[in-house]
C-alpha cells in the first residue's frame, strides 16, 4: 500500500485523419490531462466540437503543442481560441510551434477580432532533442521532424517520483504527517530519538514518457525523441504497400512506425492520422504488428489512462 497516490494522468484522441475529415473521423488532436494541466498536441478543424463531445472543457488547455503549420494540424485554433478569449476569467495559454510560428500566428490574429487573449508564442528551433519547458513535475522537449516544411515531434516526460512505503513507516512508528513530507523531500529526520534517512522507507519510481510524432519521413530524430518512451503515438497514413507514395509526401507508413517503436525501444505503440482511403484500420495495425506486436490502431474519443 501507498501512502502518496499516483498523479492523474488521461489521454483523448479528438482526431484521427489524416488531411480528410470522415464521417468517422476528425483532423489531428490528442488532448493530455496531467493533474490539472491541460496540454493540445495540435488543433486540427473542429478540434473544440469534439472537446465538447469529450466532456474537456475549452478552458482545460493550458499548453498547445502545434507540429507544423499544414491546415489540418492547425485550422482549429481560431475556434478554439475565440472560444477561450469570450470566458469571463482570462485564461493565459502557451503555444510552442517550429520556426515562423510567430509570423504564422500573427497572421492568424490579423484575421479576426478576439474579445481578449493572453497567450504566449514560442518558436523552437531544436538542435537533436532538446527541452523547452518544464514544471517541478514534468518537461516537454521537441526535435525537428523530415517534412516538407518545418515540424516538430514532441514528448511528455514526468519526473521521477519519491515514494514513501507504509509498511516501512509503521515499521518506525511513522504515521502521516508533516514529518513524512519531510522525508519524501529527501531531508533526514530524528523521530523517536531514531535517525531516518530518505532511503530507508523511500524508493524511486520512473515517470510515464509519452512521444508523439507526426508528419515525418523516418529519421534519426524521430527515434531519438520516443527513445523509452512507455507510449509512442505516431502516424501511420498508409501500409506498407504504398511506402513509396508516403515518401513522396513525407508521411510514415504503419512498418515505419513499428520500425521506430522497435529501435527507440518503446512499450507500447499507437498509430494515428490515417488516410481516408482506409475504411478500416485492420489492414494498418495488421501491417505494423508484423514488426512490433504491442501496437493498437486509435480512434476518435479513445481515452488512455496511465
Known amino acids: 500500500m501507498l501512502l502518496f497516490l499516483f498523479p492523474s494522468m488521461q489521454l483523448t484522441f479528438l482526431g484521427t485523419s489524416c488531411m480528410v475529415p470522415t464521417k468517422e473521423r476528425n483532423l489531428p488532436g490528442v488532448f493530455l490531462t496531467y493533474n490539472n494541466i491541460g496540454i493540445l498536441f495540435d488543433c486540427g478543424e473542429n478540434i473544440q466540437r469534439q472537446m465538447n463531445i469529450a466532456g474537456i472543457k475549452r478552458?482545460?488547455?493550458?499548453?498547445?503543442?502545434?507540429?507544423?503549420?499544414?491546415?489540418?494540424h492547425m485550422s482549429g485554433l481560431i475556434g478554439l481560441l475565440q472560444t477561450i478569449s469570450n470566458e469571463d476569467n482570462e485564461k493565459k495559454i502557451m503555444l510552442f510551434g517550429p520556426e515562423g510560428t510567430k509570423q504564422h500566428m500573427a497572421c492568424l490574429f490579423k484575421s479576426?477580432?478576439?474579445?481578449?487573449?493572453?497567450?504566449?508564442?514560442?518558436e523552437l528551433k531544436p538542435k537533436g532533442v532538446e527541452k523547452f519547458f518544464?514544471?517541478?513535475?514534468?518537461?516537454?522537449?521537441?526535435?525537428?521532424?523530415?517534412?516538407?516544411?518545418?515540424?516538430?515531434?514532441?514528448?511528455?516526460?514526468?519526473?521521477?517520483k519519491i515514494k514513501i512505503s507504509l509498511e516501512k513507516a509503521k515499521k518506525y512508528g511513522l504515521k502521516q504527517g508533516p514529518i513524512l513530507g519531510?522525508?519524501?523531500?529527501?531531508?533526514?529526520?530524528?523521530?523517536?530519538?531514531?535517525?531516518?534517512?530518505?532511503?530507508?522507507?523511500?524508493?524511486?519510481v520512473k515517470g510515464k514518457k509519452i512521444t508523439y510524432i507526426v508528419d515525418t519521413l523516418p529519421c534519426k530524430?524521430?527515434?531519438?525523441?520516443?527513445?523509452?518512451?512507455?507510449?509512442?503515438?505516431?502516424?501511420?497514413v498508409y501500409t506498407s504497400s504504398l511506402e513509396e507514395k508516403a515518401r513522396e509526401y513525407k508521411h510514415l507508413t504503419a512498418k515505419q512506425a513499428a520500425f521506430i517503436a522497435n529501435n527507440a525501444n518503446v512499450k507500447k505503440l499507437i498509430l494515428t492520422h490515417f488516410s481516408q482511403r482506409y475504411k478500416s484500420t485492420k489492414e494498418i495495425e495488421?501491417?505494423?504488428k508484423t514488426y512490433f506486436n504491442n501496437v493498437v490502431c486509435s480512434y476518435d474519443f479513445m481515452k488512455i489512462k496511465l
Not at 478552458?59 to 489540418?72: S, Y
Not at 478576439?114 to 514560442?122: D, E, G
Not at 522525508?183 to 533526514?188: A, D
Not at 530524430?221 to 501511420?236: C, F, Q, V, W
Request: aromatic share 8%; net charge negative; with cysteine.
Open 134 to 160: 518544464e514544471t517541478e513535475n514534468f518537461f516537454l522537449s521537441c526535435s525537428k521532424l523530415d517534412h516538407s516544411i518545418p515540424c516538430l515531434g514532441y514528448s511528455f516526460e514526468e519526473k521521477e
Open 286 to 288: 495488421e501491417d505494423a
Open 182 to 204: 519531510k522525508i519524501k523531500q529527501g531531508k533526514t529526520i530524528i523521530f523517536k530519538g531514531k535517525k531516518i534517512k530518505p532511503e530507508d522507507i523511500t524508493y524511486k
Open 59 to 72: 478552458t482545460k488547455v493550458d499548453i498547445i503543442l502545434i507540429t507544423h503549420f499544414h491546415a489540418d
Open 112 to 122: 479576426c477580432k478576439f474579445p481578449r487573449i493572453n497567450i504566449t508564442i514560442k
Open 221 to 236: 530524430n524521430a527515434i531519438e525523441l520516443a527513445k523509452d518512451s512507455d507510449l509512442l503515438i505516431s502516424e501511420a
